[in-house]
């Protein structure tokens, strides 16, 4: 600590300084502990799925709430990849899926700024994307798919823990948007006399 006294800095900053040191530290322990319990949950419970369930029969549960049906999905999380135009699926998606989770996982944690429930949010996206993407090289092309829930009319696409918590991630990742957008002060112009 003298060393740091010595080149300049106050008691003061070299405090500040080792808390954003540790606010860094306990930030990159979120987002890789969030990530590999991601990746941990789905491709165990893909291996349970891939292991015992039957090929061409459904299983249902809880009032026909829960449906266990295994499906190997060639398109993107919840059949997306189907959207788009033939020259962009398979290996193309795979690259910009690369890419894009690179991108925003260096993002999360070199970022300091971020609130933590963004941090959450998009680490969970992360994880979700990262294992269904590892399915994908590992399995050619497929992800395998074997939930769906429903109410009353309301039938779910078949999906994966991955494809949950992309969903979960990105939908509190806009939740913690529009709430610091609500909890911000209103913007005053500054008035100046003439």
């Given at each position: 600590m003298s060393d740091l006294y010595a080149a300049g800095f106050s008691r003061r900053s070299g405090r500040k300084c080792m808390a954003r040191v540790m606010t860094t530290r306990k930030r990159i322990i979120l987002v890789l502990f969030i990530i590999f319990s991601c990746i941990?949950?789905?491709?165990?419970?893909?291996?349970?799925?891939?292991?015992?369930?039957?090929?061409?029969?459904?299983?249902?549960?809880?009032?026909?709430?829960?449906?266990?049906?295994?499906?190997?999905?060639?398109?993107?999380?919840?059949?997306?990849?189907?959207?788009?135009?033939?020259?962009?699926?398979?290996?193309?998606?795979?690259?910009?899926v690369t890419?894009?989770?690179?991108?925003?996982?260096?993002?999360?944690?070199?970022?300091?700024?971020?609130?933590?429930?963004?941090?959450?949010?998009?680490?969970?996206?992360?994880?979700?994307?990262?294992?269904?993407?590892?399915?994908?090289?590992?399995?050619?092309?497929y992800v395998v798919d074997f939930l769906s829930i429903g109410w009353g009319g309301f039938r779910s696409a078949i999906f994966n823990v991955a494809d949950a918590a992309i969903t979960m991630g990105t939908a509190l990742f806009f939740i913690s948007i529009l709430w610091s957008l609500c909890s911000s002060p209103p913007h005053r112009p500054i008035l100046r006399p003439r």
């Open positions: 941990g949950c789905d491709q165990i419970t893909k291996e349970i799925a891939q292991s015992h369930l039957p090929r061409m029969k459904v299983l249902s549960f809880a009032g026909d709430t829960l449906r266990l049906d295994y499906t190997e999905n060639r398109g993107a999380v919840l059949s997306f990849e189907y959207c788009l135009p033939e020259g962009w699926r398979g290996s193309t998606l795979t690259a910009a890419m894009f989770l690179g991108s925003l996982i260096f993002f999360l944690l070199f970022t300091a700024f971020l609130p933590h429930p963004s941090v959450i949010a998009l680490s969970l996206l992360c994880g979700g994307g990262l294992s269904n993407l590892l399915d994908r090289i590992a399995f050619g092309g």
